[in-house]
């Protein structure tokens, strides 16, 4: 079992080339150790930033930095980057179109026994709503180390959400089918003349992955893919995939509005309807509770998205609850 959660793929891949590049500027908001980069901060102290619980000013920090040649990756848990600092990632970062990478940790229901006020169940519709910001929940840490690699050689902004627990291994080192902003497919079982799509991005690839295993041994056609470009979002990869299938189910570590079930039924709609089924948390105040413990009870899980899946093929009451 990966004992490597992603943050720590992102610090490993800055380190290294930090070694280089003496513009990567690390910033943080009182959270190197939840991100992870306290041995950048300690191998590259004249590249590392302490602004404390203040994420507006480390926002505008990394945008006057990037305006004069630095890199600044912004590192802050998911919950508060996304929202204290919303304006400035907005006007600072995006609207002057300066190379600011934002880094949201412990995203989604991470923080699950800290409660509402610690889960960021809104980022990806409120980041995706900001003209030139990008989003990405890349899936494993194979992935996010190949995400980073590249985010390093553009100039342009992008948040990035992370969770705070490793994830088990999805791709590997040596097998890691990686293209920026082009969605990542696997296909499962043959036999099945009715296909099914599960469409999903950051932690929840595993378990969607895991569930078309399950499928598959049970006869159906399933492809997964792993949608970890929210914005910009790989309409191409999504329609090729949907001509012959009968459902498609989104799987997100979010609220149900604005984020990735949202994109899939626009643009499914727009382009080759068929029956799109989304699971999400609830809009509501989610549950306290360790995050494994809590897509349990929302059945964000390998049985309850196969069983969704199985429902909305052959019929029956959906999971709307989910």
Request: aromatic fraction near 8%.
């Amino acid at each position: 079992m990966n004992k490597i959660p992603n943050r720590k793929a992102i610090c490993d891949v800055l380190l290294e080339n930090a070694k280089e590049d003496k513009d990567i500027i690390a910033l943080c908001s009182d959270s190197r150790g939840s991100a992870s980069m306290t041995p950048f901060f300690e191998q590259y102290p004249e590249q590392a930033v302490e602004v404390g619980i203040a994420e507006q000013n480390l926002v505008s920090i990394a945008a006057g930095m990037a305006h004069v040649g630095k890199k600044p990756y912004c590192f802050s848990p998911a919950c508060f980057i996304s929202t204290r600092s919303y304006e400035q990632a907005k006007v600072d970062v995006a609207y002057s179109n300066t190379n600011v990478k934002l880094i949201g940790i412990s995203g989604g229901i991470s923080y699950g026994e800290l409660g509402m006020s610690h889960h960021s169940a809104q980022d990806i519709a409120a980041m995706s709503a900001i003209p030139n910001m990008r989003v990405y929940l890349p899936s494993d840490r194979f992935q996010t180390k190949k995400l980073i690699e590249n985010l390093l050689q553009d100039e342009k902004p992008a948040y990035v959400r992370v969770g705070r627990n490793p994830v088990e291994d999805i791709y590997s080192e040596d097998n890691v089918p990686f293209e920026m902003d082009k969605a990542t497919v696997s296909r499962f079982g043959l036999s099945n003349e009715k296909k099914a799509v599960i469409v999903s991005c950051g932690e929840m690839v595993r378990p969607s992955i895991d569930a078309a295993k399950i499928l598959e041994n049970k006869g159906y056609r399933v492809t997964v893919i792993d949608m970890y470009c929210l914005k910009p979002f790989d309409k191409n990869t999504l329609i090729k995939e949907a001509e012959d299938a009968e459902i498609i189910v989104t799987v997100e570590e979010h609220a149900p509005f604005g984020g990735l079930g949202s994109e899939v039924a626009s643009v499914i709609s727009a382009n080759r309807p068929c029956k799109v089924v989304q699971m999400a948390l609830p809009d509501d105040h989610v549950i306290t509770g360790k995050s494994k413990d809590v897509f349990n009870y929302y059945g964000m899980n390998a049985e309850g998205i196969a069983g969704t899946v199985e429902e909305g093929v052959y019929g029956g009451a959906l999971l709307s609850q989910h």
